[in-house]
């Protein structure tokens, strides 16, 4: 199974229920017959590291599933023919929360948000939400629409079914495993003009999921000229985004804690990319981040040049020593300028070894990523600005 489908079900399965609707006897006709999945405790995920992830970065309390009656435990319920997809109920704020939430998740360095949204409290009516946000390029909308609907009603296919190539109104779009399209598009036909992307996600808990973007802040009656030929969020991204909010709802209408967190307030991957984040200069803008438990990393970008650089911090148990500075309480520090792995790319390095043993790596290169092509002359952070974040007393305190 590919990686990203396997995410979106272990997204599913972490946020508290799975639950796969069973049709009854009398619409057996379909040739899967669904069965619904009792609710499962956190161990039934357990022998998978990346739900482990999943639950540690989102805070998400698993709990026992509930029979009819609130009571622990007992055996789920069919739902009566046609009445299994009736129920949803979202506000304006959780749907604020689960766009804003699934940003931040997909690596989106999100600065000064606009958000909008409407909940609902009826199926057949959706709940939207739209973030306005400035990166390091110009400002950028993503747009989120959520509906009730039964995944078996044939006439959704076309949502999620590429028209022939010829009568295609997109530039491009493909159809996907788990129900999706993407499709991309220049509105009116004009080429370099405002283009938008989506992805059409059709979830098999009953939700009809549409996530889009621009490439200028606000597609209508835009005045500006787009300032990149293609949307911020590509199309990986905006496919992950989908399975977040998908995974943000239970199988019986409602929202879950996955996604309505409030944004800020769960716990990022370790402690090593948000002291990090905090620690950069303030000049610069993020692009993108990601991290894990001994790792974060993000993406700067100079909004002249469009030059970019990647910056990364570790814990390292040991490497190869070249100390060249002893500071007043015993701290070593060793700055370092390297050759990168493509022609032209540089990695600046600054460690920092305590008297406790905690020995912090952060490095720079003048490309986003280690292994790209050089994007720049040089990294857009000194020598001196690394080694301030490498000598940090935040570290001590990061687990």
Sequence with gaps: MPFEDELGKVLRDTAGTFTADRRSLAEGSLTRGRRRLARRRASAVAGSALAVVLVATAGVQLGGGRDGDGKAGGPPSTPAPGGGYRNFAVTAEEMENILQNGMERSGIGVGHPKLQAQGSSEASRSATASIDFEDGFSAARVTLSVRRVDPAEDSLRKLITCPPEGDSPYEECTAQPDNRAVKGYTEAGKAGGIKKWAVTMLSPSGYLIEVATNNVASPINATEEPLTRNPRMNPGKLRYLAMFVDGSFLADGKPNSLGTAEPGSTAEPG????????????????????????????????SKSRARTYIEATRTAGDKEAWNETLADGTKVGTRQLPGRQPGVVQLRVDALRVNGLWMSVSAYNAPSPTSRKSGASPLITAEELKAIATSRSWLIAR
């Design 271 to 302: 402690d090593i990319l948000p002291l990090l984040k905090d620690l950069l200069p303030e000049r610069l803008h993020v692009y993108s981040e990601g991290g894990t438990a001994t790792e974060g990393h993000v993406v700067v970008v100079d």
